[in-house]
């Protein structure tokens, strides 16, 4: 039980936001046809998509506290993928198609 307060540091210390990146593309460029850079907008900056993280986090949170108190012989574990959960790299990917 006291890893728990060690956990909590680590995950609330990865849930950082990354800097945004503004970009001034010419109207020609295949990106814009892509697609590519719309949705990278659309993740850094549309309020539905930041909704979604929040109601995904506070689900997850009940789970817990729901599992918490249920006995077990075998230790519990966390899994989630990084990559647009916990960890932000929509600044990376911005610069990964301009490139």
Known sequence: ?????????????????APRISVNVPQ???????GKLFTTAFQQSAAEYRALCYQA?????????QNREVKSAKPKAIM????ETVLDNSAYQAHQILQ
């Open 57 to 65: 986090f506070n689900i997850a949170h009940l789970r817990v506290d």
């Open 28 to 34: 020609s460029s295949n990106t814009i046809v892509d």
């Open 80 to 83: 989630t993928d990084l990559d």
């Open 1 to 17: 039980m006291k890893k728990w307060p060690f956990l909590l540091v680590i995950f609330t210390a990865s849930c950082t936001i």
